[in-house]
């Protein structure tokens, strides 16, 4: 933040003309952790307004914490007199000694400049001495503050602790100073720590070097997850006086954390840090072979349960166990976190008779000692009785008893793999499986276009007719093809001539002794068969029955041209049948 | 392929035997995801399952063989067993509608006898019809139109209970939990509260998908949200 701007309209009439512009601060020595409030003013300003404050190379040495602006209006006599004010809350960023300004303004079109201010921020007072004390071992975990009316600081119980041993972090405000507001708290950043809130303390009257203080205390539980330097950060409070606004800041802390001793831990610890103790119990002590029974696993205790894993069941000889359930139930006692970690397991005896679990165990690192631990628990005894027990009864003799299960077992696998398609979906998606339905459709289909026609040929009978008429013709003149090669021709026309007569007969519905060559033509007039055609028919009954009655045959190739003639002949009658149907 | 499947299948019962549980899974996951859709494999992926403790995903894969064995005892009691040793004992069992009591035939049938049900009840009646299109005599005729409405019936109720039973499982599809304790949470993400926990084995009815996380519902009509990976489908 660079640059800030505020417009401030001045209004009103007879206003001294004469402008001045000056800057102060409330101290001008304090420490690296005290805030300083500047404010720069404009007095017997016009109207106009109040532009830009160019804070140069203040924000290098002094970080702007707060910005605020007022105004002010004086009546004397006739004479008003208006000033203006921009305070700036500041905190130093280093020691040393610093000047503050010039800081140029821009007030109605004239750049005003402020004089330069000297300030010396110095080391905090009293910390040789509490370093000192450290040194010499003193331990200080609360820290006396010997500071004026108001301080604060950030504490630590320890300052080498173990990854993941508890650290209480408490921060102090000492206070005996009128406060206009509540303070605006603002933690410390502790990153590489999981933190949890412990709670707060206070305000309570306490007496620190003779002096009487409100002291309120919060305070945090820190467990610090890698090993190495970590810093808790400095924590703020913002402070409301009669006199301005004040910033108070702690300074950060550093943690020298130590990792685990190395080569000294037990094979199945996993990472636990604390003090913790193991704790286990079934829910019944007596149960069937393949009766499922819980059992518990409790660890609690004190510490990182974060850093407590899940407990796990070694393999037990004569069960078969399964999944856990698990609770964990975070507490705090005193300062001190902790709480429980629960893990519920099933069990499944396989065989009866006294069966043992355990002994349980489980490995953590207890800081305080400085050196790992095994927690044991257990052994566990479970009687274990048969699946089903059969009454011994009879008076005397052997009676035959009922086979005893021992124990529950699922069943043994399949030893074939069986069909390997089994839902049956899969074959509704084959066009195989459609056309396979679809024949019974299709035969169906087929039986009734065949009764169907057979309906027709009974009920109608020139359609009878004309099918049968054509099936007829083309029966004999396919006897007379197979008589084409035979010496004697007779045969041959009249199998031809037999053809034409019954077609004719069937088609006019008179008997065939009526059809001869003589009579077709009027016959076939009737079906309005063209001329040409009846002239065709008429020489080709003609050609037959002359070589019948003469007795004369024809050569094969005479017989032949007789064959296609009549069958051009039904050709052109079947044609002449279709155009008159339409 | 016929090989490899019985080749992997025979393997696999040499591991199971020798007490190899996980090597017998790999075995029956590998014939499975080759296309192979057995009950048996089914069945024996749950048993090995069943013996390395993971009881959640074995109940899946006995449910699913005995949707493809619905007849078979072995199958029902390794499940039942496997259900017993689930850590929420209050399981509120779905109440059986209507629909599931009148079409309950389709829980005795896989989806292949299913299919043949209804191709032969189809057949049956195609021949009767074409008995009574090509009988003569009025005995043949009422004779065929008696047998048409029966199998008529049986036609039309068995695809009836298909449909059903296809409408139910798509709308209410089953998962059950395969992991140890799950939290189930008001809405899809760790943001939110976790309103109950089940465990594993636990059978849930899977709701809509979101992101990695699933709705589902018990039996008792409870909601909430999973992650995705702590169930699986039936």
Known sequence: ?582 | MGDEVTHLFNEAADHYRAGQYEAAARNYERILALGVESGAVHYNLGNALFQMGKLGRAIVEYERALRLLPRDDDVATNLAYAQSLRLDEVQEEKQSGIGERIFRVTKWLNGGEQVRMVSATYWVLMLLLLVRMVGKGVAARMGTAYGMWIVGVVGIYLLLAIGYEQYQSAREPRVVVVQKEVDVRGGPGETFETVFQVHEGTELIQGEKRGGWTEVKLGSGEEGWVRKDAVEKI
């Open chain 1, 1 to 582: 933040v660079g640059e800030w701007a505020l417009w401030l309209v001045v209004v009103g009439g007879g206003i001294a003309q004469a402008q001045t512009i000056d800057a102060r601060v409330d101290k001008t020595r304090l420490t690296i952790e005290e805030s300083l409030q500047l404010t720069v003013t404009i007095s017997g300003g016009g109207q106009a307004s109040l532009g830009e404050v160019d804070l140069g190379a203040l924000e290098k040495t002094f970080e702007i914490v707060n910005r605020s602006s007022s105004q002010n209006i004086n009546m004397v006599g006739n004479q008003v007199s208006v000033s203006q004010s921009i305070n700036f809350l500041l905190m130093p960023r280093a020691v040393g000694k610093f000047k503050i300004g010039p800081l140029s303004v821009n007030y109605g079109g004239r750049t005003l400049k402020t004089q330069v201010i000297e300030v010396e921020v110095v080391g905090e007072r009293g910390r040789e001495v509490v370093e000192e004390r450290e040194r010499e071992g003193v331990k200080e975990p609360e820290r006396v503050p010997v500071r004026g009316d108001l301080d604060i600081e950030t504490t630590v119980d320890k300052k080498e602790p173990y990854v993941h041993e508890q650290v209480i972090v408490t921060f102090h405000f000492y206070n005996r100073a009128r406060l206009m507001d509540q303070p605006t708290y603002e933690p410390p950043e502790m990153n590489g720590f999981r933190v949890e809130e412990l709670g707060s303390e206070g305000p309570v009257q306490e007496i620190v070097a003779g002096q009487a203080y409100s002291v309120q205390r919060i305070r945090y539980a820190a467990f610090p997850l890698q090993s190495g330097e970590l810093t808790i950060g400095p924590a703020r409070l913002q402070l409301g006086l009669f006199d301005g606004n004040r910033i108070l800041q702690t300074r950060p802390v550093t943690l020298k954390v130590k990792p685990l001793p190395e080569g000294q831990a037990p094979a199945n610890f996993k990472g636990a840090v604390g003090q913790f103790k193991l704790t286990a119990g079934l829910d019944r002590g007596e149960v069937p072979v393949g009766e499922p029974v819980k059992l518990k696993v409790t660890i609690s205790g004190t510490g990182d349960l974060k850093s407590v894993p899940d407990f796990d069941l070694p393999s037990q000889s004569g069960f078969r166990q399964y999944s856990a359930s698990q609770e964990e139930r975070t507490t705090v006692a005193g300062n001190r976190c902790g709480g429980e970690k629960v893990t519920e397991f099933v069990l499944v005896p396989r065989a009866e008779g006294v069966q043992t679990i355990g002994p349980l165990e489980f490995s953590f690192f207890d800081p305080q000692a400085g050196k790992y631990r095994t927690a044991q628990a257990g052994p566990l005894t479970l009687r274990v009785t048969p699946g089903t027990v059969e009454e011994e009864g009879g008076a005397g003799g052997f009676a035959p008893a009922a086979v005893k299960l021992l124990r529950r077992d699922i069943r043994y696998i399949k030893p074939s793999l069986g069909r390997r398609d089994e839902t049956g979906w899969g074959v509704v998606k084959r066009p195989s499986f459609w056309g396979f339905h679809a024949l019974p459709v299709v035969v169906l289909l087929g039986v009734a276009g065949y009764q169907r026609r057979r309906a027709a040929l009974a009920a109608d009978t020139p359609y009878a007719r004309a099918v049968r008429s054509n099936r007829a013709a083309k029966k004999w003149l396919k006897e007379a093809e197979k008589l084409l090669g035979e010496e004697e021709s007779v045969a041959f026309h009249e199998a031809v001539a037999k053809g034409m007569r019954e077609y004719v007969a069937t088609k006019a519905n008179v008997p065939l002794a009526t059809v001869a060559a003589d009579t077709v033509g009027d016959l076939l007039r009737a079906f309005e068969v063209e001329e040409e055609m009846v002239g065709e028919v008429r020489a080709c009954l003609e050609e037959c029955e002359f070589a019948k009655f003469s007795g004369r045959g024809t050569g094969r190739e005479g017989r032949k041209t007789t064959l296609e003639r009549a069958r051009r002949c039904l050709e052109g009658l079947e044609r002449a049948k279709r155009r008159a149907e339409g």
